[in-house]
């Protein structure tokens, strides 16, 4: 009896899932209070106290309230490494997914170039269309392809991800919590893949 009881529960011992001291890629880690609070890293920004380096950010407002031409002057200072609106970026690579028409956007961008001068060769791409985030296999994967081209250029680091707008860079329902997740998610794993920020302009839900 004895010899049995001691039998099951090293057997029981033997197999109870021990916890892993390093994370690893796909674990679900749980961290404990002295990890938590020990040496937090310090926040890095990518506009000084309002957008973080390699965090998720929207940009909100109804149609032709001006959302283009604000996105499009902040991902101009990130690219030059100038101030925005009194605040320092940091400057880096910017990727603009842009849908809402080329010809409009060529005009913003020149109108910020006269604003605030002359520049060239300065690290900012913009898409001739926009894509669907919603189909990772193909729609994302080859925007990948054509960011991964950029970034060996500028060692394999892109600062921000722009999307110009949600709703016309998805083939779904916007007010779909579904929808909106796997957006998300997608829009988060191509970002992870350069180190990027992302930020999308969005129009407020018809609830809103």
Same mark, same amino acid.
């Given at each position: 009896?004895?010899?049995?009881?001691? $039998?099951?529960?090293?057997?029981?011992k033997?197999?109870?899932? #021990?916890?892993?001291?390093n994370?690893a890629?796909g674990? %679900?880690t @749980?961290?404990?209070?002295?990890?938590?609070?020990?040496?937090?890293?310090?926040?890095?920004?990518?506009?000084?106290d309002?957008?973080?380096?390699?965090?998720?950010?929207?940009?909100?407002?109804?149609?032709?309230i001006?959302?283009?031409?604000?996105s499009?002057?902040?991902?101009?200072?990130?690219?030059?490494?100038?101030?925005?609106?009194?605040?320092p970026?940091?400057?880096?690579?910017?990727?603009?997914?842009?849908?809402?028409?080329? $010809?409009?956007?060529?005009?913003?961008?020149?109108?910020?170039? #006269?604003?605030?001068g002359?520049?060239?060769?300065?690290? %900012?791409? @913009?898409?001739?269309?926009?894509?669907?985030?919603?189909?990772?296999?193909?729609?994302?994967?080859?925007?990948?392809?054509?960011?991964?081209?950029?970034?060996?250029?500028?060692?394999?680091?892109?600062?921000?991800?722009?999307?110009?707008?949600?709703?016309?860079?998805?083939?779904?329902?916007?007010?779909?919590?579904?929808?909106?997740?796997?957006?998300?998610?997608?829009?988060?794993?191509?970002c992870?893949r350069?180190?990027?920020t992302?930020?999308?302009?969005?129009?407020?839900?018809?609830?809103?």
């Amino acid at each position: 009896m004895n010899q049995a009881t001691s $039998t099951s529960k090293q057997s029981s011992k033997a197999q109870t899932p #021990q916890p892993h001291k390093n994370s690893a890629a796909g674990l %679900f880690t @749980l961290l404990d209070q002295q990890q938590i609070l020990s040496a937090p890293p310090p926040l890095e920004w990518l506009l000084q106290d309002y957008i973080l380096k390699q965090s998720q950010c929207h940009l909100i407002g109804e149609t032709t309230i001006g959302k283009t031409f604000f996105s499009v002057a902040l991902a101009l200072s990130i690219a030059t490494g100038r101030d925005f609106m009194g605040r320092p970026v940091s400057q880096g690579t910017v990727i603009y997914i842009n849908a809402e028409g080329q $010809t409009g956007m060529r005009y913003r961008v020149k109108a910020w170039e #006269q604003e605030f001068g002359p520049f060239s060769n300065i690290p %900012f791409y @913009l898409s001739e269309r926009s894509t669907n985030f919603l189909d990772l296999d193909h729609s994302v994967a080859n925007v990948a392809k054509s960011i991964d081209v950029i970034a060996k250029n500028h060692n394999g680091k892109i600062a921000a991800i722009f999307v110009d707008t949600l709703h016309r860079n998805m083939l779904g329902d916007e007010n779909s919590s579904h929808d909106f997740g796997l957006f998300m998610a997608n829009l988060d794993r191509l970002c992870q893949r350069y180190g990027a920020t992302g930020i999308v302009n969005h129009h407020p839900g018809h609830s809103a």
